[in-house]
């Protein structure tokens, strides 16, 4: 079966379980109740682009963005947390879409 854990042990296991999700980076974007954003493209990153919020989700009471429509050609652009920018890849190339404060 096992032996049984010292109150220390059990401590120690919930710090760490603790630490590791307070370390934990969320790079998720969040919105308040407005319905367009600004975001920019990052080969051109001097313009800003107003776009359309498509899809919000609520998570640990906030807003987050899910979902935008693509500056140039309207389709969903999805979130991706390697670039940490809004993805397009209706277009010959893929179209890279950072917020813009």
Known sequence: MGRRQTMMEKYKIQMKAYRKKRM????TPFSGAQESVYVMDSL???KRI????????TRNQ????ECLACPECGADMTWDN???AFICTKHGKRAIYELAP
Do not use: F, L, Y
Request: no cysteine; charged share 35%.
């Open 50 to 57: 107003k776009v359309m919020v498509k899809k919000t989700v």
């Open 82 to 84: 390697n670039w940490e």
């Open 62 to 65: 906030r807003q987050v963005i």
């Open 24 to 27: 934990k980076a969320d790079s």
């Open 44 to 46: 051109n990153p001097e």
